[in-house]
């Protein structure tokens, strides 16, 4: 199965207590697309400028990633951020956001493209998101993000795609911030209530929470020692989860459990460098691997003595 993810390419500029970089890869599409690619096919569509070189493509080469749908746009420079982190990891201060060929994206699907298995509306506009799902042909699932700058300025907006997805991927400040509600499974329900059959809330160190209207399942976030750079992470966990999502021929509570750990799995490998050096370095082996470490830091035998 196959999954086609509209978002962004970029270029950052982070630093963290533990480091920082000038210039490196970013954007929530191209860690979506590297992180849903151990799994599955992935087609990209996203915008450039002529900056973005043939080096900088080496981050999809010899990856499930098709890359027809990544148009460049000459004489204009790529979408970038800047963005620094103090202790407080979860917590991202931003220091200058260029849009450049970004703002004036708007999406045209080839007709290849109008009939994936899967469709990610990763974190842009409500109504660029909505338009691109109008041009598919129904897709088994559609899944989206969304961040606290829509639900701000376009709120109406996001409301209108949300009653159009199965999957809302969002997290915890962003479901208070859209339901005014303190309590995060009363929130989750509102969202709910307007047409997703799953919410699954991101709560950065602690874990991610899955809810749908017959259950509730949380998972931790894997212990690590060193974590230098949280940027990407939770377009990685996107990745992982929908990438494991449409390897399967359909989609169980099981298989929506096991993919909020493959997710999980692969956002602990992200933060452990900066941008997405850690992900150019493991294979799919690393993922399991650490899937089955994760699996023993959340088993408990039941048996009654």
């Known amino acids: 199965m196959s999954i086609l993810v509209v978002g962004s390419v970029a270029f950052d500029a982070i630093q963290t207590p533990f480091g920082k970089v000038d210039r490196c890869l970013g954007g929530s599409a191209t860690y979506f697309s590297v992180a849903a690619s151990f799994f599955t096919e992935v087609d990209l569509v996203a915008v450039v400028g002529d900056d973005f070189t043939d080096d900088d493509l080496s981050i999809f080469r010899g990856r499930n990633v098709n890359l027809d749908g990544l148009q460049r ?3 204009a420079k790529t979408f970038f951020w800047s963005g620094e982190y103090g202790f407080d990891l979860n917590v991202a201060k931003t220091r200058d956001t260029q849009l450049n060929v970004f703002a004036d ?3 045209e699907l080839s007709e290849k493209h109008r009939n994936p298995d899967v469709l990610f509306l990763a974190n842009i506009q409500p109504d660029l998101q909505l338009d691109v799902l109008k041009q598919c042909r129904r897709p088994r699932l559609v899944a989206l993000d969304t961040m606290n700058l829509w639900i701000a300025t376009a709120k109406e907006s996001l409301t209108r795609i949300l009653r159009e997805v199965d999957l809302v991927v969002i997290n915890e400040a962003e479901v208070r911030q859209y339901t005014e509600e303190a309590n995060l499974i009363k929130g989750a329900r509102q969202i709910l209530a ?3 059959k799953t919410l699954v809330v991101k709560r950065g160190e602690y874990g991610v929470m899955m809810i749908t209207a017959d259950a509730v399942f949380a998972a931790p976030a894997y212990p690590l020692e060193a974590v230098f750079d949280p940027t990407g992470a939770g377009d990685t966990f996107a990745g992982g989860f ?3 999502l449409a390897s ?3 989609v169980t509570d099981r298989d929506l459990r096991r993919a909020i750990i493959f997710g999980s799995v692969l956002a602990s490998f992200t933060v452990e460098k900066f941008s997405l050096d850690r992900l150019r370095e493991i294979t799919l082996n690393d993922v399991y691997d650490r899937y ?11 048996h009654e003595q």
Do not use: C, I, S
């Not at 089955?292 to 039941?302: G, M, P, S, V, Y």
């Open 73 to 75: 746009v000459a004489g």
């Open 105 to 107: 994206f708007k999406p």
């Open 194 to 196: 307007l047409g997703p």
């Open 242 to 244: 929908l990438g494991y």
């Open 248 to 250: 399967r021929a359909e």
């Open 292 to 302: 089955q470490e994760f699996r023993a830091l959340t088993h408990f035998d039941d």
